[in-house]
């Protein structure tokens, strides 16, 4: 009977430092960890629990990777751990980074395309982006990506997102091509965006945008050639993208499809990536009867519907650049 109390005794001391244990486990995982400063810890795909608790215990998010593997093993183990980026909060408890990983709240990142780009332009910009993986299989047609702001995770693919902006921007422009004016002299989408890529390239002003269309349209319906200074730089660089000074006579003489001084109508394929403005501008422009523009010297254009009055403008612009910078002559439109 004595030796079965003993026992008993034993077994309850056991049980007893085991509950003891758990309850200290518990508080520990309970309690405030050790992080001092907002951080962010990516979990790689394919990590087992010792590598999770080791990686956040470098980072400095936990300070028990035993405890906190032991606490996750008992409840539910590698069930709903998700890989990804990670931000955690000064003194997130190591229950909290565990609740974290279980609901997989990871951060989500941004990355903003800004209108105007040629493709090559964009997936330097995707190259750019550490947090993105794999190399592109290649780079799309001009004005196929539709420049947005999107959003990301870490470990999402270039191709992949290449392709986002690639659905985005088939849904745009059939967006904008349903909204468009009647009489245009343009037969389709097609047109309208080679014309929107133009128009993206000429005027960096919001409230130009519809008037600058308004002008290409006119030269078109006049049989006009549209001599836009965009297209004769995307014929000199190959669509490469900034020419890096500034065009010269010789340079609108130059032989291409893409050189609208040389070429007439639209060239075959757009210039550049244009933004949702642009594509309504192309699609429902100004109607006036401007068939001339020039910088103005202050970030937008002079308009003028004849050439006489076009000259004048030039001729103050061209004053405009000599004050500047002892002044070359400007292209102009």
């Not at 190399?135 to 947005?148: F, I, N, R």
């Amino acid at each position: 009977m004595g030796w079965a109390l003993r026992i008993t005794a034993g077994g309850l001391a056991v049980a007893v430092a085991g509950a003891a244990g758990l309850l200290w486990g518990g508080l520990r995982m309970t309690a405030p960890g050790p992080l001092a400063e907002p951080a962010a810890v990516v979990i790689q795909r394919g990590s087992g629990l010792e590598a999770i608790a080791i990686t956040l215990d470098e980072s400095g998010v936990i300070d028990s990777p035993l405890i906190f593997a032991l606490s996750a093993k008992l409840t539910g183990g590698m069930r709903n751990l998700r890989a990804g980026e990670y931000a955690f909060a000064p003194g997130v408890s190591m229950d909290g980074v565990l609740r974290q990983l279980r609901d997989g709240k990871t951060v989500v990142r941004r990355l903003t395309v800004p209108e105007g780009l040629t493709s090559a332009q964009i997936v330097a910009l995707l190259r750019s982006e550490p947090a993105l993986t794999g190399e592109p299989k290649a780079v799309p047609e001009d004005g196929t990506l539709l420049p947005e702001t999107y959003h990301y995770q870490f470990g999402d693919s270039r191709d992949a997102l290449l392709e986002r902006m690639r659905v985005a921007m088939d849904q745009a422009l059939a967006d904008a091509w349903k909204q468009r004016a009647p009489d245009l002299p343009i037969s389709s989408a097609r047109d309208a965006l080679v014309l929107a890529s133009i128009v993206e390239k000429e005027t960096a002003v919001p409230a130009e945008r519809s008037r600058v269309a308004g002008v290409f349209l006119n030269r078109l319906e006049q049989g006009m050639k549209l001599q836009s200074d965009p297209t004769v730089i995307y014929a000199l660089t190959d669509g490469g993208g900034e020419l890096g000074r500034a065009l010269t006579r010789a340079d609108w003489r130059y032989e291409s499809p893409y050189n609208t001084y040389h070429a007439s109508g639209l060239p075959p394929g757009p210039i550049a990536n244009p933004g949702r403005a642009s594509l309504l501008a192309a699609v429902k422009p100004e109607r006036h009867e401007f068939l001339y523009f020039v910088a103005d010297g202050t970030g937008g254009h002079a308009f003028a519907k004849s050439l006489p009055d076009h000259n004048r403008n030039v001729a103050r612009w061209r004053e405009v650049q000599r004050k500047v910078n002892g002044g070359s002559d400007a292209a102009v439109d």
